[in-house]
């Protein structure tokens, strides 16, 4: 059985992936998700390979990481592969840097940077046990990319310009591990597309539009992510890929 976490499941591509890893009974799946509230769509599936934990990104790293002790049953082998998935993006996070709202900013960071630094805090433990090649999957985003063509981005594009700096640390920090089961876990960093989600509004849609981006669905984007995430391993940990597999600049 392959175990995935992934955070932020309840919308968006974390729940199509989770709509797509458990169709196979083989895969057991936890994810995470604000509140109780937040989760009921997903509750009334009664997936039986379907564990939830309620966490906000914005909670302190101690509240994660005694939240995440329900790994200690769920998954009593380790976990497989971590995907970093839950972030703030909406309009209000890409506008014209002469309009953008400065004092979200710290909104934004706290949730989309320290997030995924609390997160990956509290996973590591439940992460290195067990065997197999482990992985870790940070979901960038072209936004973050210095030199990126499209308008926009603030603080959405900065914070992930963050998570991809992040993504290359964890990728060199483990690679230089004396643990065996750490140094050949595999560390990857991706754009999963233009995805058509609620953070679009008419000016953001002119903008891609101008530069020729085109949108794809939640559910292509998590089948090319999953894709990815196969067929990647210690040899390219540590890289950026956009949702077609190909190597993007920093």
């Given amino acids: 059985m392959t175990t995935y976490f992934i955070t932020g499941v309840n919308k968006g591509i974390g729940k199509s992936l989770v709509e797509l890893l458990t169709k196979d009974s083989n895969n057991l799946v936890i994810g995470t998700v ?9 509750l009334s599936l009664k997936l039986e390979n379907l564990k939830l934990i309620y966490i906000d990104m914005a909670d302190n790293v101690t509240k994660f990481k ?5 790994l200690e049953s769920y998954a009593p082998n380790g976990v497989d592969v971590f995907i970093q ?37 509290a996973i590591y433990p439940y992460l290195f046990k067990g065997n197999g ?20 981005g603030n603080a959405y594009g900065l914070s992930k310009a963050a998570v991809h700096r992040f993504g290359t640390q964890v990728a060199k920090e483990n690679r230089n591990s004396q643990d065996p089961l750490i140094n050949q876990s595999v560390t990857l960093i991706i754009h999963p597309g233009v995805v058509e989600t609620t953070m679009h509004n008419d000016s953001s849609r002119k903008a891609l539009t101008e530069i020729g981006a085109s949108y794809i669905t939640t559910d292509d ?20 890929f956009d949702e077609e597999g190909e190597i993007l600049p920093w």
């Fill in 34 to 42: 604000r509140n109780e509230a937040k989760a009921q769509e997903l």
């Fill in 133 to 152: 090649t482990k992985k870790m999957v940070f979901i960038g985003s072209i936004s973050g990319i210095i030199g990126e063509p499209s308008a926009g």
């Fill in 221 to 240: 984007s998590a089948r090319k992510l999953l894709k990815i995430i196969n067929e990647n391993g210690i040899e390219r940990s540590g890289t950026l």
């Fill in 85 to 121: 998935n839950a972030a703030i993006v909406d309009p209000d996070t890409m506008k014209h840097s002469t309009l953008c709202d400065t004092d979200y900013f710290s909104t934004v960071f706290d949730v989309n940077v320290t997030g995924t630094v609390r997160a990956y805090q």
């Fill in 66 to 70: 005694e939240q995440f002790k329900a």
